[in-house]
């Protein structure tokens, strides 16, 4: 509506309604003014009746009714929440561990009985054309909130070239960028617990991923970091503290098939990385490694669905083998209870110790009908290679023979999962765990995985 | 200095790169090819036996998406699960979302079964609306009007091409309508299930009338339970719809539950879901060809 006009209008028609002060040439003018006036905005209105009509007559305007472009959701930012819990039925075993291998990151899924994993809170958007950032914080059962990740990407740096900084979990190996809810298992890998801790490896710092312009898929990656968690240790200096190398591979056979391979190569530095002992004595004590850590994988997965069309049925197999060498010296850190006066004083050097240790999993999962899949892991530790001053480390440290052990660790998992619809997942999985020396362990669990919000990524 | 002039008339002379079109599914790229003819290279992410929605960031696709000069995807979430993985992971920023390479059909046309209730309680519902645009020939005017002055945009060189290249495939596909209209006219009215809810659009374009889905909710699988329920409530329902990249054996089931009177249509949803269905024009001579030979 035009406004002036109606306000012109009303003004005449009080101006009209005057009493006849005005001489009558005024009047006459004036009631012929406002006539024009009239006859004007009667044509206005007319005009504008038949445009309202054509508009009712003609199909909608697609402009306003399309759906916007390049909307990941109706929120911005992305937001999502999964929830993820469980019931576990395992042995209670007191220092639960991985016999001959490092305690590797915090553990989670020790815990019997009825348990929240953690919940995770994803949000993401983009930042302007050319930034996108993400953050993922984590909350346990007990309250305590971890930053998972905080990054920001590059979208527009072309060629093929892609750039983030910030909290993020490395792409080495595959698992390693997954997070727990997208794993197929309800637990990781034995490999991922040793290598990097159950949340798999993460750290501060810079990622340069490069994606080469050829038909088959070839990716190479490096990260700079901080290097402040397992196998590396913070150690309040300028510079870098771990660097990860990797290379993927990948593409289709046919519409069916569809494979990934990868290797990647981690370097970290520690200073004084504690590892939880019992001395002689049965006393807590704190073992301390100072070298260097390199950790080589080599990763796979195969997808089949008929078709290409996974919503039915599918097949993934997916393995990964690692090495890792460490070299370094090793001390004693004094007793973790301080009434302890004996044998494992603090600072005292344990000489040289170098490992060599390797192995890795392999899984498959089958999707036998919508909604249903089944798998199966097969997880298997070497012992490996280890060197080092018997006498020195086994009698002071490790008397029990948990970390110097000559010992396979092992376990076979088998899981069934029911999927609502693509946001809720109900999983039931057995596993026989034989990662510790003289534990046989039969464990159930039950859990559930429910995601709100924002739609989660179909990554390969 | 004659060399150098050579060189330059020779690289000149040199055929501009053919404008590389990433469709996510296969309507678009064989509409970018209709309208684009030689002067694009098309690549569709996914073919017909594959749900669109179902798809993972596989390798091969980000190493396509890497060459792309344009995406051409529907949109309204169809693609959520994987497209913005791939974009990202392509570090290719022509076809980030707000680019001019960065195409998406949805936007183009009118949406149906915009959600009033946008709750998951719904099912797998779409805030934008039912992204299965491509089941209505009328959206391929709009879209293709709209793809044909993105390509000139991204090539303006060829700009006269594109526009000629879309009016050629206008005109064709308008007298098709025509036809496929009349042949359509006994559909008008007629009662029909659906298995997922694929086919707002064509049902809207030829006036039949969806009374029940077999999904409970959209992307939630229908329990035999559920299905054995509907076989009473939707009494008089004249056929099944389902695609082909849908399970068949839900429809089946119930096709057969409800006596022989409502037969299964399946039609191609997409260019290649049917022997037929070799291009845009053949997918709707079939898809008409099957829902009269299943109203039979």
Known sequence: MNYPSLAVLAASGVLASLPASASDSDLKTLREEIAQMRQAYEQRIAAMEKRLAQAEAAPAVPAASGAGEGKASAFNPEIGLVLQGRAKKMKAVAERAVSGYWPAGHAHGDERGFSLEHSELILSASIDPDFRGAARLAVAGDGSVEVEEASVSTLGLGNGLSVRAGRFASEIGYQNAQHAHEWDFADASLMQKVLFGDEGYRQDGLQVKWVAPTDLFLQFGAEIGRGATFPGSNRNQNGVGATALFAKLGGDVGASHAWQAGFSFHHARSRNRETHFEDTNEVEAKGLFTGRSRTAIADFVWKWAPDGNAKERGIKLQTEFFRRTESGTFGCGGPVTSTDTTTCTDGVALGDLRTRQGGGYAQAVWQFMPRWRAGYRHDWLNKGAKSYAATAVFAVLDPGNQYFADYKPRRDSVMLDWSNSEFSRLRLQYARDRAMRGVADNQVTLQYIMSLGAHGAHRF | ?296
Request: charged residues 25%; contains cysteine; glycine residues 8%.
């Open chain 2, 1 to 296: 200095m004659r060399t150098f002039a050579f060189m330059a008339v020779l690289l000149l002379s040199l055929p501009a790169h053919a404008l590389e079109v990433f469709a996510t599914v296969p309507e678009w790229a064989a509409l970018a090819s209709a309208i684009g003819g030689g002067k694009v290279n098309v690549f569709s992410a996914t073919h017909a036996l594959q749900d669109p929605h179902h798809v993972d960031a596989r390798p091969s696709l980000i190493a396509r998406a890497r060459r792309a000069d344009l995406v051409a995807a529907t949109g309204a979430e169809l693609e959520v699960g994987w497209l913005p993985v791939v974009l990202r992971e392509s570090g290719n920023p022509r076809i980030q979302p707000g680019q001019p390479g960065h195409f998406e059909a949805a936007a183009h046309v009118r949406m149906l079964d915009v959600p009033t209730r946008l709750d998951r309680a719904e099912g797998d519902v779409h805030a934008a609306g039912n992204p299965h645009i491509q089941t209505d020939p009328r959206n391929f005017l709009k879209v293709g009007e709209a793809l044909a002055r993105r390509f000139a945009e991204l090539d303006p060189a060829n700009a006269a091409a594109y526009r000629s290249g879309f009016d050629d495939f206008a005109r064709g596909w308008r007298e098709a309508l025509g036809r496929w209209e009349k042949q359509a006219a006994p559909l008008k009215g007629l009662p029909v299930v659906v298995q997922h809810k694929s086919w707002p659009y064509l049902l809207d374009w030829l006036g039949m009338k969806e009374v029940a889905a077999l999904e409970p909710k959209p992307g939630v699988e229908p329990s035999a339970a559920h299905l054995s329920r509907l076989v009473e409530s939707t009494k008089g329902a004249r056929m099944v719809l389902r695609a082909a990249c849908d399970n068949p054996r839900p429809a089946e089931w119930f096709s057969a539950k409800a006596g022989g009177g409502v037969p299964v249509a399946v039609l191609p949803f997409t260019v290649g879901g049917s022997e037929g269905a070799k291009d845009l024009f053949s997918l709707f001579d079939d898809t008409i060809r099957r829902l009269l030979e299943a109203s039979r």
